[in-house]
């Protein structure tokens, strides 16, 4: 869990404008292909057996609670300004270098928030178990991280912006 508020509610500017346009998405054309589907389904006739329906009920109630979601992240949301990310410790934007310490390899990975992390685009999030062991800990630090395949050291090689 975060604690602090404003760690939970601080994005990249592109996670933002992610968010952003996913809201904007669901709001006219998904909303769009949901209402067209619910039309179609109601053209053919009784509702009470009608499987398309009862789908594009389903599809428009998650729908609607994404929006909600979504404008709920969004109303408190704010740009983590680039002063806040630390150049000597592992923080919140900060783009960190990991070696593995088994293979030797090295990557490099934003710290982003948990609404951001995507691991095949290179960002951890701060409530993975990666982003965990090295948020505040400094260049040339090792850290241990247990995860469900197994438990992996990585060295932190370089903190950046």
Same mark, same amino acid.
């Given at each position: 869990?975060?604690?602090?508020?404003?760690?939970?509610?601080? !994005?990249?500017?592109?996670? &933002?404008?992610?968010? $952003?346009?996913?809201? @904007?998405?669901?709001?006219?054309?998904?909303? @769009?292909?949901?209402?067209?589907?619910?039309?179609?389904?109601?053209? $053919?006739?009784?509702?009470?057996?009608?499987?398309?329906?009862?789908?594009?009920?389903?599809? $428009?109630? %998650?729908?609607?609670?994404? #929006?909600?979601?979504?404008?709920? #992240? +969004?109303?408190?949301?704010?740009? #983590?300004?680039?002063?806040?990310?630390?150049?000597?410790? *592992?923080?919140?934007?900060? +783009?960190?270098? &990991?070696?593995?310490?088994?293979?030797?390899?090295?990557? @490099?990975?934003?710290?982003?928030?948990?609404?951001?992390?995507?691991?095949?685009?290179?960002? #951890?999030?701060?409530?993975?178990? *990666?982003?965990?062991?090295?948020?505040?800990?400094?260049?040339?630090?090792?850290?241990? *991280?247990?995860?469900?395949?197994?438990? !992996?050291?990585? %060295?932190?090689?370089?903190?950046?912006?």
């Amino acid at each position: 869990m975060i604690e602090n508020e404003m760690e939970k509610n601080a !994005f990249t500017e592109e996670g &933002l404008k992610r968010l $952003q346009d996913e809201l @904007a998405d669901r709001k006219t054309i998904k909303a @769009a292909e949901i209402s067209e589907r619910l039309k179609d389904a109601r053209a $053919q006739g009784d509702l009470s057996e009608n499987s398309e329906y009862d789908d594009a009920k389903e599809a $428009q109630a %998650k729908n609607e609670s994404r #929006i909600m979601e979504l404008e709920d #992240i +969004l109303k408190n949301a704010r740009v #983590i300004d680039e002063d806040e990310i630390s150049k000597t410790k *592992v923080s919140l934007g900060s +783009l960190v270098t &990991l070696r593995d310490e088994q293979t030797k390899e090295e990557d @490099a990975y934003s710290l982003v928030n948990a609404n951001e992390g995507d691991i095949f685009m290179n960002r #951890i999030s701060i409530e993975s178990p *990666v982003g965990k062991a090295i948020i505040g800990k400094k260049k040339g630090q090792i850290v241990e *991280v247990g995860t469900s395949s197994g438990t !992996f050291k990585y %060295k932190i090689v370089k903190i950046g912006k």
